[in-house]
């Protein structure tokens, strides 16, 4: 069994540290007061089968919650008054400073909990323990100073959680979508310099990975670009690729048609050279929080404004996929997959059937996921069901990074308006907590859900106000050189807060173990699935009343928790106990997902979840589980053009994985061990994370750095849907 130390290093649990402790109490009360030595090798010995029970890495707080509630149960209330005296002047002297010790293990790479918080994120690497570090910072100057005494305690109790605390001392957003179009086309200052209209696609690319390198550095979520905004420089290279044929062959007097012929041969070679400068520059470029820019790729033929462009993006299109298909070297040249760019492929009427014009393409798209787990899929029929503006038009658009959408905007002069927009935070309340608190009674659940939903608004406007006064100056590639707004030098940002031109997002997360626990049945169950739905328009009825109170676009996201999957779990756990089919796991389920160890076939799973993916405005994916499906390429497409008739977003998840050590090209497994879970190569048994590749979807992007104990307990029970 294992312990995380207060500094989030991991040890080995030690029981004999437990008899001390309560030794130390007990020798401080009277000798009618004190436990005998049976007893307090008693509490030792229930205390460590409650943690043995838990089946995870426990805290020290857990721990010594474990033994304060033996000592009260053996009635030794002196002994306990003691042993809580002390926990609570430890933990006075430890308030003074905050941040030393949880910077000193970052340094030291053994804090397992940061470790394992961000599977993009290696905390090995000086650029990312330099995120870390002034992260703690930033969360301590928050915790303090910046927010308010309530929100806190509920954040660190698990009632709800104020994502990205680590960066909200500085005046800094979560996702967007960058206007690549306008700084392409306009011109862009990138570090003082000015970047002119490119004169070729590949110079477009490269500069696009400048953009997204700079934006990355400057929100902490995620961005997208569209490679439409690219198309149009596929004819400007046509064009001289053509002007420097004739010229070559000026002497030899060809044909039009031959000249047509060897120029777009060569900006064939082109549009290559520019993909992979964008996939490549992606997975290499470290941004200024240490990781790989969380980039969003949107390929949709339906954006093309004439068909001269379209069979251009097309080109791009069929030219991104090849070479996710074919993936990227590791350090032993071993073609791997890779995290990043995230690909998105809309499913439209041109592409999404046999003989369609494009079909070609949608089935090259099925070959990337059976191989590299993306391109992810919208369906245009559906977004345009779904994404309705105020004049009544559809609307098809990418999300900003894995999975958070505007919502629909019409500007001043009546046009809808998607790129340069954006997303203000996003503070997520724990659905199964909400639940636990009102002991199962109906009434007195949906009591405690206002309240909670209270709480949440106000964190949310805490991430508001924060943002508002901040000056274009803060971000000059955001708000002043056309990523989000042409802003002036020292105008400040407040106009983009308001009117619905940015968002800002109410997460939730547990709706299963919610519903489980009010009604005894899964939400899937017809009879419990009414009581998921109401929940579901609650949210958005009180987003609807937030707005309207405001000004301010609040809009209801199904949260891609990571880590926080198992902090909620531990404080689910630690408030209310184990409790079958609830609390029993070491994570809690995403959003409105049908639990992961649920029986259910891949087409039943995406109808159901597609009626609480269109309640979810703010943001939703849903997903479906899949074997490797290289050989079975026509399933793919069966999955695929069900996605394009009945949901919105949705991805399938396959395994993409390596042994650096033997060389298998398999699954690597998830195997417990002594009460914690590996991953171990199942043909040579390596354990060494360091040696292998491991690829898997856990909320909206791929994972390449693995995840804490919660997250893996959740990817080891996941059941095939197909």
Avoid at 456 to 474: F, P, Q, V, Y
Avoid at 561 to 575: G, I, M, N, V
Avoid at 657 to 681: A, M, P, R, S
Wanted: net charge negative.
């Amino acid at each position: 069994m294992k312990i995380i130390k207060r500094n989030g290093a991991e040890v080995g649990f030690d029981v004999e540290k437990i008899v001390n402790a309560v030794r130390k109490a007990n020798n401080e009360v009277s000798e009618d007061n004190r436990l005998s030595e049976a007893q307090i090798k008693l509490i030792a010995e229930k205390v460590t089968a409650l943690v043995g029970d838990l089946n995870r890495a426990v805290n020290v707080e857990e721990v010594q919650d474990f033994v304060e509630n033996q000592i009260m149960d053996q009635k030794a209330f002196a002994v306990a008054r003691k042993y809580i005296t002390y926990r609570y002047t430890r933990a006075l002297i430890r308030r003074s400073n905050t941040t030393d010790g949880q910077i000193l293990s970052l340094i030291e790479c053994n804090n397992e909990e940061v470790k394992q918080e961000n599977s993009n994120k290696n905390p090995t690497v000086n650029s990312v323990q330099r995120d870390y570090m002034a992260g703690e910072v930033s969360k301590d100057i928050t915790r303090r100073i910046l927010l308010p005494r309530d929100i806190v305690e509920a954040h660190d109790e698990g009632i709800i959680h104020f994502h990205d605390a680590d960066y909200f001392a500085q005046h800094m957003h979560n996702c967007d979508l960058v206007n690549l179009e306008d700084m392409l086309q306009n011109g862009t200052v990138i570090s003082g310099t000015f970047i002119e209209k490119p004169h070729s696609f590949s110079t477009a690319c490269n500069i696009a990975t400048q953009i997204i390198a700079q934006v990355a550095s400057n929100q902490y979520g995620g961005q997208s670009i569209s490679l439409t905004h690219l198309a149009p420089f596929v004819d400007v290279s046509r064009q001289k690729i053509r002007a420097e044929v004739r010229e070559e062959l000026a002497d030899v007097g060809v044909m039009e048609d031959t000249v047509n012929r060897i120029a777009e041969k060569r900006l064939r070679a082109e549009i290559k050279k520019g993909i992979q400068t964008i996939q490549y520059q992606v997975v290499t470029l470290l941004t200024t929080n240490g990781q790989a820019p969380f980039v969003t790729v949107f390929m949709y033929l339906g954006e093309a404004r004439n068909e001269r462009e379209r069979a251009d993006l097309a080109m791009i299109i069929e030219e991104t996929l090849n070479q996710r298909i074919e993936g990227v070297k590791n350090e032993s040249g071993v073609w791997v997959t890779p995290a990043f760019p995230k690909l998105i492929y809309v499913l439209e009427e041109d592409n999404v059937r046999e003989g369609s014009r494009y079909w070609y393409l949608t089935e090259l798209a099925a070959k990337c996921t059976a191989k590299r787990m993306v391109p992810d899929y919208i369906s245009e029929k559906k977004m345009l069901e779904f994404k309705v503006d105020k004049n009544g038009e559809g609307h098809c658009y990418t999300c900003m990074g894995c999975r958070s959408f505007l919502t629909p905007y019409v500007d001043e002069q009546g046009k809808p308006k998607y790129y340069g927009r954006f997303n203000q935070g996003v503070v997520t309340i724990n659905l199964p907590d909400v639940a636990l608190s009102s002991g199962g009674d109906m009434e007195k659940f949906w009591q405690i859900f206002d309240e909670r939903l209270e709480l949440c608004h106000r964190a949310l406007m805490e991430r508001h106000n924060r943002l508002k006064g901040t000056l274009s100056d803060a971000a000059p590639i955001l708000w002043q050189y056309g990523a989000l707004a042409r802003l002036k030098k020292g105008e400040p940002i407040d106009k983009l807060l308001y009117g619905g031109y940015s968002t800002i997002s109410l997460g939730y997360a547990g709706l299963y173990e919610c519903v489980k626990y009010m009604t005894g049945k899964t939400h899937t169950d017809p009879s419990a699935k009414p009581f998921a739905l109401s929940v579901m328009q609650h949210m958005n009825d009180k987003c609807k009343e937030w707005k309207k109170m405001h000004n301010i676009d609040f809009s209801l996201y199904g949260t891609p928790l990571e880590s926080t999957t198992y902090k909620f779990a531990k404080a689910l756990q630690k408030r209310f106990g184990i409790i079958e089919g609830v609390t029993d796991k070491n994570y809690i389920t995403n959003s409105y997902h049908v639990h992961v160890t649920e029986h259910i076939d891949a087409f039943t799973k995406l109808k159901f979840e597609s009626e609480f993916q269109q309640l979810s405005p703010g943001g939703a994916i849903s997903y479906v589980e899949v074997p490797n499906m290289q050989d079975n390429i026509p399933a793919v497409l069966s999955v695929m053009q069900y996605i394009y008739e009945n949901i919105m977003y949705a991805e399938l998840n396959t395994k993409s994985d390596y042994c650096q050590v033997c060389g298998y090209d398999g699954e690597i497994q998830i195997v417990e061990d002594g009460g914690k879970l590996y991953w171990e190569c199942p043909h040579c048994h390596n354990r060494d994370q360091s040696k292998m590749n491991v690829a898997r979807r856990t909320c909206g992007y791929i994972g390449t750095q693995y995840w804490n104990q919660g997250r893996t307990q959740e990817i080891k029970d996941r059941v095939l849907h197909l």
